[in-house]
């Protein structure tokens, strides 16, 4: 038995609205990270590796003790025993993917213990197809929200080529208003772009009040019903080129989540095309054409309002050198999806350009975030549980990306192959994780059985419709070239 000891112990930290609304029934949600390595783990060496780093973050040694009518986060004695789980696994095992798939998803059938920290790292020593061991982390929302955690959890990791240096990890750049004309012209512009701000968030949040009270997504073979935070989920995932998302990214003077959101659109008008696909009459394809056309589908993004400290900022929290700020600061984007077949892939890459150009040219996320942080503080975490809850149920999915490091890193010793997050306890039946590394992205997928029993086919399409795009950006190139 390995513990942890704090030195000392003080009144310790509340809970922010947003952690205690992660604790209500319906949205008791958790976010899993599935790291997958090139070698066996060592569970000793990973011992130690925390303890030199996710340990000395205070949410990672710290339990909810509820104290009157307030609910705390409280240092306390960590035993490693309880939060590093190493299974003993058959190496015989016929289907090695779906038994980490299996084991996985047995973590959606019962909840962290409440007694202790609320984390949880399960080191499997079984072969797959993509790695030789996958280490499973699985994490309670209320310590963080996603993007912060998934980079907390790279900040912990270095380089494989150097493995006293940290990962380095691209930064997103922010557009702004160039002064390229006169100045008077110059502030037309700004009072202009002003204006479309402030119509574009106006429709926006018209848009989202509506959703929680009257607008909702076209039932399809992805839309869950009523209790579907509460059934079993399955977690899988598919490894694509990021050479060929950057390849698409530059021909079309895109951006990376133009691309994904494209793969994304074509993929599922290819799952919902063959759901629909029983008409193979002669009208067939007209009809289904017609039939997806119709469909409004919908996706929930959860923006960052308070940025995330970068890599080196979380590894000097780590070592107790900053007070990067810490939690779950988000505001949600409904971001609607094109659903229809194109003749031509690249048209997937237009309309994502044009979707997220106009979303970018909003404020959405900073009101929606305003706006249930005032309804946490006047009506109480009930009441904003309510109103999430129906945001994400009236809408189809999740959506996410994000950035991972540019070259391949090293989990405290472990070179690893892949880095797969997920989440589950939210009202839907489907979200897609998009997840940079090195030259790879990482397709995620969180899904409910009950809904989708095929998320393999899924994952297929979104290979495939990767490859449709890029094909056609390949040879677009090589006919400009001749």
């Not at 691209?170 to 004309?181: A, E």
């Not at 106006?202 to 989202?208: E, N, S």
């Not at 060929?244 to 079309?252: G, T």
């Not at 998320?455 to 495939?464: K, V």
Request: hydrophobic share 40%; aromatic share 8%.
């Amino acid at each position: 038995m390995e513990e942890i000891k704090m030195a000392s112990r003080d009144e310790g930290e509340p809970l922010s609205p947003t952690a205690k609304l992660f604790h209500e029934p319906s949205l008791n949600c958790y976010v899993i990270a599935m790291v997958g390595c090139k070698t066996s783990l060592n569970p000793q060496v990973i011992r130690e590796g925390l303890c030199q780093t996710l340990l000395k973050h205070p949410r990672f040694i710290s339990q909810m003790v509820k104290k009157g009518k307030k609910t705390k986060w409280i240092p306390t004695t960590i035993d490693l025993d309880n939060h590093i789980i190493v299974p003993e696994i058959d190496s015989n095992i016929e289907h090695p993917d779906r038994f980490v798939e299996d084991y996985i998803s047995n973590f959606t059938k019962t909840p962290l213990d409440l007694s202790k920290p609320l984390w949880e790292l399960h080191l499997l020593n079984i072969k797959t197809s993509n790695a030789e061991a996958v280490g499973v982390f699985r994490i309670h929302h209320s310590i963080g929200d996603g993007v912060s955690l998934i980079s907390l959890l790279i900040a912990a990791t270095r380089k494989s080529s150097n493995l006293d240096a940290l990962p380095t990890v691209p930064t997103q750049k922010r557009d702004t208003l160039h002064h390229r004309s006169s100045p008077f012209w110059w502030w037309l512009m700004a009072i202009w772009w002003g204006l479309v701000l402030i119509w574009h968030t106006m429709v926006d949040l018209v848009l989202f009040t509506l959703t929680i009270f009257f607008i909702k997504d076209t039932p399809t073979p992805l839309k869950g019903q009523l209790g579907v935070e509460l059934n079993n989920k399955r977690f899988t995932y598919c490894i694509v080129s990021m050479d060929d998302i950057k390849l698409v990214k530059n021909e079309m003077n895109t951006t990376i989540n133009d691309v994904l959101l494209a793969i994304t659109q074509a993929a599922l008008t290819r799952y919902l095309n063959r759901a629909y696909g029983l008409d193979e009459n002669s009208n067939g394809v007209k009809h289904r054409s017609n039939v997806l056309k119709k469909i409004q589908l919908r996706a929930s993004i959860l923006v960052n309002i308070r940025p995330v400290g970068g890599i080196q900022d979380l590894a000097d929290m780590m070592a107790e050198k900053s007070k990067v700020k810490w939690g779950n600061g988000m505001g949600y984007i409904i971001l609607p999806f094109s659903i229809g077949l194109h003749e031509d892939p690249l048209e997937y890459v237009r309309q994502a350009k044009a979707t997220i150009d106009r979303k970018k040219h909003s404020l959405e996320a900073i009101c929606s975030y305003t706006c249930a942080k005032l309804v946490l503080n006047l009506l109480g975490v009930k009441v904003a549980a309510t109103i999430t809850r129906r945001v994400l149920f009236n809408t189809t999915l999740s959506f996410s990306n994000v950035l991972g490091p540019v070259e391949e890193i090293s989990f405290y010793g472990h070179h690893v192959e892949y880095i797969a997050p997920g989440v589950y306890g939210h009202p839907q039946a489907l979200t897609i994780h998009f997840q940079s590394y090195a030259n790879k992205m990482t397709i995620s997928l969180s899904v409910d059985p009950l809904v989708i029993p095929d998320p393999y086919l899924l994952c297929d399409d979104l290979e495939q419709s990767l490859k449709l795009i890029c094909d056609v950006v390949k040879r677009k190139h090589s006919t400009n070239v001749v």
